[in-house]
Every structure is written in C-alpha cells, then in structure tokens.
C-alpha cells in the first residue's frame, strides 16, 4: 500500500493542519466522522514488473482489523514523455492556480527536493549537483513538475515547475555547509548563532520544518502518488524546547506524508553510513531518522552509497504504475493512528504497504469543514450555485478546447466520456449519462447552463440533437469556474464535478488553439465527419488500430492563416514522419489532420504541431495511445 490520504466527505481537498497538536489547547470532543481513504498500492510479480491487470475483486483491505469496502480501484500509469526540443507545456507556472491546473494533469509525477545544506559536507557538492542534474535530464520527463527547496528558502515561494533552466540553477547554487558555522544570512546572525551544538539543533529545527513543508505543499496538489527527495546525511530528532511545541518534529513530518500521499525518499551523499548506534551511545543516530522518514512514508533510504542512477531511477519507477483504491471509514476524531493492511489474492504477487494513516483530531476536523464550506477568513464573491467545493469526479473523462471567439474573446468547447472502469468492478454507482454544466466566466457572467450528454464518437450522428454532446460558450481569457452535475440515465445525481480551468489569451501574432480529435470506426463515419465541420471532437486519448483518427487543428496569424506543419513522434520523443496537413477548406477553418492506425504497433505517440509565418511561430504537442 503505497500511500493513504484521509479526507473529510465534507472537503474537496486535503487541508494544511498544525504540524502538532498543541498541548495547552482546549479540544472540541471526539465525534464519528465518515472519511474518504484514499490508498495507493504498488503491486510488482516475482521480477519486480509491475502488475497491470489487477480487477477490484482481486483486492482485500483491512482498517483497524474491520475489512472495508472499495468504492473505487483505478490504475495510474505514467509513461515516459518525448523529448522535442520544445517544452510540452510552455504555460508557465505562476500562480497558486497555475500550478493547481498543471498538477491535476495525470499525465505527470510530482517530485520534490530538499536540498539540506546544512547536513552535506562541501565535499561531496559536486556529486549532489551531478547526480541531481542528470536526474532532472535524464529520468523526469518534461511533462513532470519539480519543486527545489532548501532549508532557508522562503516556504512562501514553493511551487512545482517544468522550467529545466530554474531546477538546474537551483542545483547548480547549492554548496553543502555541515560542520562550518559562519553565518551568511541576517537571519543566520540573528536566529542561529551560539556554540556550535545549539547552532545544530537550531539547524536540525530549520531543515525539518522545511522538510514538513515541502511535504503539505506537495501533498495538496493531488490525491496521487507525490515524491519528495531528502538529500542530508541525516536529521537528530529537534530537542523539544519551551516555545516549540508548534513546531514541527520527525514524528509530525511522517504523519504529514501520510496524511498527503507523499512518500520521503532519503539521500545520504556522505554515505556509506553507520549501521546503528555507537556503543553507549544512547541517542538515535542521525542516520536511523532518514530510515524512520522512508519507512514511515513507504519511501525508501539510501544511506550506504551504490548506484545513484539506479536510486533515482527507482524513485521515478514507483511514481509510475500503481492502483489508487479509495474507501469511506467510520471512526471517532480522535487522531489516533488507524492500521491498514492490503491484500491482493492473485497469487505470485508482491505488495508494498504503509502501514497506515493517522485520523483528525477535532479541531483539525473542524478546520476541514470550515475550507470545505468557503467560510475562510475572506468571505466567498461566488453566486451561490457557483460556491462549492473544488473537486475532481472519477467518473467522467472532459476535454476542453480553445478557439479565437468573437470580440477578442475565447471560445471554448467542452466535452465529457465515461471514465474506463476497472474490469471487474462492482459499484452499485451506475455510468453517468449526462452533465448538466454551469459556467461562470472571467467576467462573473454566467456563460453556459445546460445539459451536456457523453461524447463518444461515430454513434453521435444517430442522435436527435448532437449539439447536446458538447458545450461552447465564448468568456475572456482569465478563470473560469465550471459546476457539473454528474446524473445517471435515471437522472438521478450520482456525482459532482467542480473545477477551475484557465483560459489563455489567443491574441498572438502566430497562435495555435487546442487540437481535437476525431474519431472513425467506419468508412460512412469518415465520409460524414469529413463532410462535416462541425462534428464532435472526443474526450478519449486511447484508440484501436482498426479505427482512424481526424485531428483538426485552429491556427491563426496575420494576413491569413499560417503554414502549419505536424510530424508523428515515437515514446521517447524521436521523429518517425511527417504527416499531411489539409489547409481549411472555408475561412475561420480549421487544419486537418486524416491519421489511419491500421500501420501502428501497440504504444504511446505524439504529434507534434507548428505553425509560422513572418510573424512568427507556434508549437503544440498531441498524445494518444494506440492498443490492439
């Protein structure tokens, strides 16, 4: 069980809590509280492959000795991502909101590194800048987002990024400081100063506290699998001192973790380490807390040199194919630790398993309801029917593209799939058949209200009212809230969906709009969708090799449209052709794209889009995978 999340029913996302509980504050009395569990398990055969086939049925889990019962078993796996010369995304990263939208992408890892500065020798920063910068190069994909911290970094300023230039430059500034004690910074004059023993322990307390923090910030960008990679030759447990109890401990860091699904994967470049205690030496060896941070966040600790290719290569493996199972648990805010155990019955197989996770406490729970609510400090300026919640549906698949509007607005369209279910689940939720979608734009007009039904491909042309299965509605580029509401084909409510998205300007020289694909499972689909300008995009980026795909593309520049060019690229990013591109047939008109996938073996491609002309160029890149 890689790792557990326990969230509020009442809450849309996981919440920053005090590190501790404070010992002098009054607590409100335990109360039964229903929570989400979420669980992420790595499951690997006798060669250490994982195993991807894994049906809801094959499944048992245990909390606190009682077995529970799965509402949700999916498969998160991340493949490798090209290599263009380009950056895949070249939306920069930022805001808070920014890096939210970027995060919620499944088609990335989360990986965090403290650089702990102050427990590196100056002789061993050279290799941590070598091995963490082909670690950035060469095992993260561009896709994947980084965040670098150390230890008296701002904690204001934390935010993952894809920007190559700013992960190395962090690197390339760290220089390891243990054992020297002159200060550098005001701070460093005026918070850590003294002998040389009180200087450790103000230290240990500063790299902790950072350590917790890169924890929470991580942990609150998705229910995923996170990473955070700690690079020190060990942290002594902070001595408690009169004053501190707020501040965070070893003990607090783990629970972080566990609470956020982030594991702590513990890097001694001083290595090789001591085995255990000195004799008579009673106090834990620094070496034995970086144990104790992987061990408790099923991460791992590298204390004794070997392989730093294969170390790192390991952390990118387990952040890569894993089952998220949720559950709902019964149980009293008492912020007691609560044991789960998973099982898998297929025989042969191996599973990695925290040992669980740690309930609220009441004040925490409390705190939880009031985010979840809006009643933060500020109150909300949302309509009421836009006040809810954020929060991601597992049962629907949207899709959403960006064309110039009218007015120097965006249009933007909106379609929406079942999600794939695990073969063999049992949920009594029935598939959901239609959206009723509710759009509040940049403006703080409403620009959309109406029902949306599933998008699904060449049966759309059967329908009395195809318009239905897609939204398009023109806001200005800025956020944009959507509120769904996820009916069954009763048109009963069995889901939400409530999310932000944002919505960039087009108004560029040479601009690219999103591509959207269409898709075509026999001769009289294409004759219709090519006939057709308007036909339905689908959300779906997996398709069979007896179908064939129209990619349509919106391009813009000055004087008229722009050369656009495409080339299909392999996995790891190589060229394999250049494809044909048909101009627009009428004015406004998009790019098109006709991709038979008869010819494709089994596996993930990319096509990569360009468009220039005097002005200017653009690029965007297009991922789907081709089964059999």
Same mark, same amino acid.
């Given at each position: 069980m890689r790792a557990l999340v326990a969230i509020g029913v009442a809450a849309s996302a996981a919440v920053v809590v005090p590190a501790v509980r404070p010992a002098a504050t009054a607590q409100p009395a335990p109360t039964a509280r229903i929570s989400v569990v979420r669980v992420d398990v790595l499951v690997s055969d006798a060669r250490g492959r994982p195993v991807e086939n894994l049906q809801p049925s094959d499944f048992a889990i245990v909390e606190n000795g009682v077995p529970q019962a799965l509402d949700t078993v999916r498969f998160v796996k991340i493949g490798r991502?090209?290599?263009?010369?380009?950056?895949?995304?070249?939306?920069?990263?930022?805001?808070?909101? %920014?890096?939210?939208?970027?995060?919620?992408?499944?088609?990335?890892?989360?990986?965090?590194?403290?650089?702990?500065?102050?427990?590196?020798?100056?002789?061993?920063? %050279?290799?941590?800048?070598?091995?963490?910068?082909?670690?950035?190069?060469?095992?993260?994909?561009?896709?994947?987002?980084?965040?670098?911290?150390?230890?008296?970094?701002?904690?204001?300023?934390?935010?993952?990024?894809? %920007?190559?230039?700013? @992960?190395?430059?962090?690197?390339?500034?760290?220089?390891?400081?243990?054992?020297?004690?002159?200060?550098?910074?005001?701070?460093?004059?005026?918070? @850590?100063?003294?002998?040389?023993?009180?200087?450790?322990?103000?230290?240990?307390?500063?790299?902790?506290?950072?350590?917790?923090?890169?924890?929470?910030?991580?942990?609150?960008?998705?229910?995923?699998?996170?990473?955070?990679?700690?690079?020190? %030759?060990?942290?002594?447990?902070?001595?408690?001192?009169?004053?501190?109890?707020?501040?965070?401990?070893?003990?607090?860091?783990?629970?972080?973790?566990?609470?956020?699904?982030?594991?702590?994967?513990?890097?001694?470049?001083?290595?090789?380490?001591?085995?255990?205690?000195?004799?008579?030496?009673?106090?834990?060896?620094?070496?034995?807390?970086?144990?104790?941070?992987?061990?408790?966040?099923?991460?791992?600790?590298?204390?004794?040199?070997?392989?730093?290719?294969?170390?790192?290569?390991?952390?990118?493996?387990?952040?890569?194919?894993?089952?998220?199972?949720?559950?709902?648990?019964?149980?009293?805010?008492?912020?007691?630790?609560?044991?789960?155990?998973?099982?898998?019955?297929?025989?042969?197989?191996?599973?990695?398993?925290?040992?669980?996770?740690?309930?609220?406490?009441?004040?925490?729970?409390?705190?939880?309801?009031?985010?979840?609510?809006?009643?933060?400090?500020?109150?909300?300026?949302l309509p009421p029917e836009f006040d809810v919640p954020r929060r991601t549906s597992p049962l629907i698949r949207p899709w959403f593209g960006l064309s110039r509007g009218a007015g120097g607005q965006v249009r933007v369209t909106f379609v929406w799939e079942p999600a794939t279910r695990v073969p063999g689940d049992r949920s009594r939720v029935g598939p959901p058949a239609r959206v009723e979608l509710k759009v509040l734009g940049p403006d703080g007009a409403q620009a959309f209200a109406g029902p949306v039904l599933p998008a699904t491909g060449s049966e759309l042309e059967h329908r009395a009212d195809p318009a239905t299965a897609r939204a398009v509605f023109d806001v200005p580029p800025g956020r944009v809230r959507l509120v769904m509401a996820i009916e069954d084909a009763g048109a009963q409510q069995i889901d939400s969906d409530v999310r932000e998205i944002s919505i960039r300007d087009l108004k560029g020289a040479v601009a690219l709009g999103t591509a959207e694909v269409l898709r075509i499972r026999t001769a009289r689909d294409f004759r219709a969708v090519d006939a057709?300008?308007?036909?339905?995009?689908?959300?779906?980026?997996?398709?069979?090799?007896?179908?064939?795909?129209?990619?349509?593309?919106?391009?813009?520049?000055?004087?008229?449209?722009?050369?656009?060019?495409?080339?299909?690229?392999?996995?790891?990013?190589?060229?394999?052709?250049?494809?044909?591109?048909?101009?627009?047939?009428?004015?406004?008109?998009?790019?098109?794209?006709?991709?038979?996938?008869?010819?494709?073996?089994?596996?993930e491609y990319f096509i990569e889009i360009s468009a220039s002309s005097p002005a200017g160029e653009a690029k965007d890149l297009l991922g789907f995978r081709v089964t059999n």
């Open positions: 991502a090209p290599q263009p010369k380009d950056d895949v995304d070249a939306s920069p990263i930022r805001s808070e909101f %920014d890096e939210q939208e970027q995060a919620a992408r499944a088609d990335a890892r989360l990986v965090a590194i403290l650089l702990d500065e102050y427990h590196v020798s100056a002789a061993s920063t %050279d290799r941590v800048r070598d091995t963490l910068t082909h670690f950035v190069d060469h095992d993260l994909g561009p896709r994947d987002l980084v965040a670098v911290l150390k230890p008296l970094d701002s904690l204001l300023t934390i935010r993952v990024t894809r %920007d190559r230039d700013q @992960i190395r430059h962090a690197i390339d500034t760290f220089r390891g400081r243990l054992g020297e004690y002159e200060p550098r910074t005001a701070f460093e004059r005026n918070f @850590i100063a003294g002998a040389p023993a009180k200087i450790e322990q103000v230290r240990t307390q500063v790299a902790t506290s950072a350590l917790n923090a890169l924890v929470v910030h991580l942990g609150r960008l998705n229910d995923g699998r996170k990473s955070v990679v700690l690079v020190s %030759d060990g942290l002594a447990r902070p001595m408690r001192r009169r004053g501190g109890e707020s501040l965070p401990t070893i003990d607090a860091v783990i629970r972080s973790a566990n609470r956020y699904n982030v594991s702590i994967y513990a890097i001694d470049p001083d290595a090789p380490a001591s085995e255990g205690p000195a004799a008579g030496n009673e106090a834990e060896p620094a070496v034995d807390t970086l144990r104790a941070l992987a061990d408790g966040t099923d991460g791992h600790a590298f204390v004794h040199g070997g392989n730093p290719d294969g170390e790192f290569q390991q952390i990118v493996d387990d952040s890569s194919a894993y089952y998220l199972l949720a559950y709902r648990s019964t149980h009293v805010e008492d912020g007691k630790f609560r044991e789960v155990q998973v099982r898998v019955t297929r025989p042969g197989v191996r599973v990695r398993a925290r040992k669980g996770y740690w309930a609220l406490w009441p004040d925490e729970a409390f705190v939880t309801d009031m985010l979840a609510r809006g009643n933060g400090p500020a109150p909300s300026t057709d300008p308007d036909a339905v995009p689908v959300a779906a980026r997996e398709f069979s090799r007896t179908e064939r795909l129209i990619v349509r593309v919106p391009a813009y520049a000055p004087g008229g449209p722009p050369r656009v060019a495409a080339r299909l690229l392999g996995r790891s990013g190589q060229a394999l052709r250049d494809l044909p591109v048909a101009p627009p047939r009428t004015e406004g008109g998009f790019f098109q794209v006709d991709l038979p996938l008869a010819a494709f073996a089994p596996g």
